[in-house]
């Protein structure tokens, strides 16, 4: 909201300013944070420094850095694709930046009116770096075949989180609450920059945290209904991935899509 409104983040002065802080703050901040403005930036200077303990205030120093520079990451309002894309790459908001070996941005047609939300990647898809690679992505290929779609033609894939998420154990798991909550503003402005006629969530996940509704809502209850996700028609359908497990759940699928391009229809 603060973006939006073009407000950065609010510096409290804490401690007079001492000599010789500007050098050490910079330091802490390893070139990656925008200079700060002068009143500002000399109102971290703490007694500590002025009594020579610097260790204790360089940490929190540090610590004030970084809730920057999450900020920042997490503010993605404004951004075209390139730095948008620029922004997910570099992104440190969570701690799935730690074990990923590539994000997962989105991928297709950036001027296509349908766009497909899934959950986040898996580890075929952290691997290449692109959303739906595995056999869920082949399901999801034949489902925009249905429609007339394809990647890169008319349609984007996106999904909820751009890195992996893993379990202990090495498998993929869902993302958590804080971990979407890091994530969300780079979809939100995926979808600014898209524009699409129509939204298909693909998933409880993707459903959920578009809606904003609890985690635990099943997603039997969102299918069949028409919602809106910024004044955007939005279909909730399964997850290609719950398909292959429950191919008789294929049919209630085609319902979802057929609703998805009658909507498509009206908005177009
Ligand atoms: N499942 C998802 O939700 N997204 C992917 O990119 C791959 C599998």
Known sequence: MLAEMGVGPVWTARHASAPGVDARVDQLAGGEVDSIAG???????????????????????????????VSRQASPA?????????????????????????????????????????????????????????????????????????????????????????????????????????????LERQVELLQPTVIVALGKVAAVSLLGLPADTPVGSLRGTLHSYRDRPLVVTYHPAYLLRQPADKAKAWRDLCMALTAHAAAG
């Open 39 to 69: 009143p500002a930036h000399a109102a971290v200077a703490t007694a500590e420094v002025a009594a020579g303990s610097v260790a204790g205030f360089a940490a929190e120093v540090a610590t004030d850095y970084a809730t920057v520079a």
């Open 78 to 186: 404004g951004l075209d694709w390139a730095a948008l894309q620029q922004a997910v790459a570099g992104c440190t908001a969570c701690g799935l930046c730690s074990t990923r070996k590539n994000t997962v941005f989105g991928v297709g047609d950036r001027k296509a009116s349908w766009l497909f939300v899934g959950e986040g990647p898996g580890r075929q898809e952290d691997l290449q770096g692109e959303p739906f690679v595995g056999p869920a992505g082949q399901l999801l290929d034949n489902m925009l075949k249905a429609l007339g779609l394809q990647r890169g033609g008319n349609a984007y894939i996106a999904n909820i989180v751009k890195c992996r998420p893993a379990a202990a154990d090495g498998r993929d798991r869902p993302p958590s609450e804080e971990e979407i909550a890091a994530c969300l503003p780079f």
